[in-house]
């Protein structure tokens, strides 16, 4: 049976929770879950170097059966002491800059017999066996390849003929380098320069997102590659009602004042201290509203972090939230009155979609991918000025009447087994194109 191989190195060893984290979880255990309809075999793996480990898959519930954000599987532990002293030279050589000990420790023509030692020898250890490539298998990297080596794992993978595919998730750091730490912009160009000649195609999270990956592959002086757009899924992994931490049970009750939620890493491109403006702005006019900030803090987060914890209102009508589970997040999103999405640029725009899933009425930054995801299941906002935009906020509030929520049905949302239908297609065409005629 032919196989999709599903790199998903950085969520598994992290266990991180951010948006690109959760997509990856989300993709991985629905393409399990599609795996016999498909017709393919798929394996979750995490690279090392050339080396490619499958994943622990629990039946019936996936690479990734934990219902939280971050996931229940640490970092595994347990590799071989051969693996790891693999590892550690491939690192060796790329920090001494020395090709031939690059040469041997990622790109060795006997990884295939490796992976079978290794296979042989570790098969039954926690982070599961390590697989040979082989032709007519495709290769997905789902995951932030960025911050690891993904180079040697393509060259081994085209070498054995299979089909490599990477998601790009956005380019943002290329195209608004303000928004990121010092050098992330090259280390991205760096990347994206890595990909371009050992991939065979590229999917996207949005069309938004397609047309700006070709636009910096052309910049590079590279023409552009096959490209595909596939929209995310909206469910998230809740295992019945999940716990739910007593003071956000609390804060978001029946009987409060309505609530304005914001999601995402705090991070500039979030543009977080906007929506600190138009809650400062409601709280002028005396309207009776709370506000819930729900991500965690990341880089040049700190003036946003002092501002939110230094606030007046803070832990009384404007709270802020950090690493909450699936079913907390989802119970923001099922109590909340609206969700708020000021982002000054985005790839996709996850929580949008997940809020409509209940049926959240959003209110979105008037930027090209939220047009696109949203259409016409939501309202702009300008970010030119929170005077104009509060002013749409307060006319909601009013509308509300004292009556609480009330839902919007929404046609945009979608389960994530649809888009994992929609990732193997575009699979199976960027396998074909790769094949030609015949």
Request: proline share 6%; net charge neutral; aromatic share 8%.
């Amino acid at each position: 049976m032919a196989r999709i191989i599903v790199d998903c190195t950085h969520t598994f060893q992290t266990g991180a929770g951010t948006g690109i984290q959760r997509v990856v979880r989300r993709f991985a255990d629905s393409l399990l879950a599609i795996a016999v309809e498909s017709g393919f075999e798929v394996v979750p793996v995490r690279l090392e170097g050339a080396i490619l480990v499958a994943l622990p898959v629990v039946e019936g519930r996936g690479a990734f059966p934990s219902a939280g954000i971050r996931g229940s599987l640490a970092p595994d532990p347990s590799r071989s002491r051969f693996e790891t002293a693999h590892l550690w030279v491939s690192r060796a050589g790329r920090l001494l800059g020395s090709t031939r000990l690059r040469e041997w420790a990622d790109a060795s023509p006997n990884e295939a017999g490796l992976a079978r030692w290794l296979a042989g020898r570790d098969g039954a250890r926690a982070g599961g066996a390590a697989i040979a490539p082989r032709a007519g298998d495709i290769f997905v990297s789902l995951d932030s390849s960025w911050v690891y080596d993904i180079r040697t794992a393509l060259d081994a993978l085209g070498r054995a003929g299979a089909t490599r595919v990477v998601f790009i998730h956005d380019v943002l750091p290329v195209t608004h380098p303000q928004w990121f730490t010092p050098g992330t912009d090259r280390c991205f160009r760096g990347w994206i320069e890595a990909l371009l000649p050992r991939t065979d195609g590229f999917v996207t999270n949005s069309r938004t997102s397609c047309a700006e990956f070709s636009a910096v592959a052309e910049g590079l002086g590279h023409a552009p590659p096959p490209c595909r757009a596939v929209h995310l899924g909206a469910e998230l992994a809740v295992a019945g009602e999940g716990a739910v931490r007593p003071a956000l049970a609390g804060a978001l009750a029946p009987g409060r004042p309505p609530a304005f939620l914001t999601v995402g890493t705090i991070e500039p491109r979030k543009n977080v201290g906007f929506a600190i403006d138009l809650f400062d702005e409601l709280d002028t006019r005396g309207l009776d509203f709370q506000w819930h900030v729900v991500g965690s803090p990341g880089w040049l987060a700190d003036d946003v972090a002092r501002r939110i914890r230094g606030h007046r209102a803070y832990g009384k009508r404007l709270h802020w939230w950090v690493g909450l589970g699936d079913a907390e997040l989802d119970w923001c999103y099922r109590h909340a009155a609206a969700l708020v999405a000021v982002s000054s640029a985005e790839g996709f725009g996850l929580p949008l979609v997940e809020a409509r899933l209940r049926e959240l009425p959003v209110f979105a930054s008037d930027i090209p991918v939220f047009r696109e995801v949203l259409g016409a299941e939501g309202t702009s906002l300008p970010l030119s000025s929170a005077r104009l935009a509060a002013a749409a906020l307060e006319d909601f509030l009013a509308g509300l009447g004292g009556q609480g929520r009330r839902p919007s049905p929404s046609r945009i949302a979608r389960p994530w087994v649809d888009s994992a239908r929609e990732l193997v297609a575009a699979l199976v065409e960027i396998d074909a194109r790769r094949r030609g005629p015949g």
